[in-house]
C-alpha cells in the first residue's frame, strides 16, 4: 500500500526549493547505488518534482507552496488536534513524499531513512494522514 507524509515548513524552517531538497536527498542516498534521481512534472502541475526509483520501487517528493497548502495546514491542525503547536494552521509551505507500495517491505530502510530526513529539518511538522497524527523519530 502506498501512503503520504507532509513536512509542514514553520516559520523556523529554512528555505527551501526542490533543488535544494535534491541535493539533501542525494546526499541522504549516496551509498544507494541502484538508485536513479530524476526530475520531472506531473500531469496538471507546473513545478518539477523529484522521483527516486530503485528497481521495483518509487517515491515522489514535492515542494509546495500558496493557498491549498494553507488550507491542507488548516485542516490538520484540526484532524491532529495539536495545540501544543499554535501555528501549525497558518503554514503555507510543505514538502509532500508519496511512497509507493512496498507489500514485500524490501526497502523498508529506504523509508525510515527519508522519514528522518522530513524529521531532521529544522521547523518542520511531518503529517501522517494514515495515523491521523504529527509524528517524530525522537
Known sequence: MS???????????????????DTELR???????DLVVQFEVLPFATERSLRLRWPGWAVLVCYEEGTSVLADSREIQSIAGTPDIPGLFNIGRRIRVVFGSDDSRVYTNQMIWMMEYLCGIEGAFVFDPLRKEIISLA
Open 3 to 21: 501512503f503520504v507524509l507532509y513536512a509542514l515548513l514553520g516559520e523556523d524552517a529554512p528555505t527551501a526549493s526542490i533543488e535544494q531538497i
Open 27 to 33: 546526499r541522504c542516498f549516496d551509498q544507494e547505488h
